[in-house]
Nanobody, 127 residues
Framework: QVQLVESGGDSVQAGGSLRLSCVAS????????MGWFRRAPGKEREGVAA???????NYANSVKGRFTISTDLAKNTLYLQMNSLNPEDTALYYC?????????????????????WGQGTQVTVSS
């Protein structure tokens, strides 16, 4: 049974930083596409960043240069380092996983592609 557990969400001032973590059981980060997604109040869920193993990454334009996705394969932990946070980053952040199906050269950011989901961790950025 796959279980994803996020942590690290908090309330911060604009310009601050946070690091989110996602610990997995039942799947291996070395083989799965893993992504971070977020849902802001009144908005649809959007893909933030995705990675496979310790290699190929993919970022939403809104976070490029500010967020970094990474994995620690030994700990089976996924991270999202978020810098230069602004109020528009306020959302419930989820990690999610999918088995590669051979159709994607880079891990996709479409939430509908991902099968396994955590419960989310709240990030609130105040101005």
């Amino acid at each position: 049974q796959v279980q994803l557990v996020e942590s690290g969400g908090d309330s911060v001032q604009a310009g601050g930083s946070l690091r989110l973590s996602c610990v997995a059981s039942g799947l291996s980060y070395s083989h799965y596409f893993m992504g971070w997604f977020r849902r802001a109040p009144g908005k649809e869920r959007e893909g933030v960043a995705a990675v496979v193993g310790i290699g190929t990454t993919n970022y939403a334009n809104s976070v490029k240069g500010r967020f970094t996705i990474s994995t620690d394969l030994a700990k089976n932990t996924l991270y999202l380092q978020m810098n230069s946070l602004n109020p528009e980053d306020t959302a419930l952040y989820y990690c999610a996983g999918m088995e590669p199906d051979g159709h994607w050269a880079v891990p996709p950011l479409g939430a509908d592609k991902y099968k396994y989901w955590g419960q989310g961790t709240q990030v609130t950025v105040s101005s």
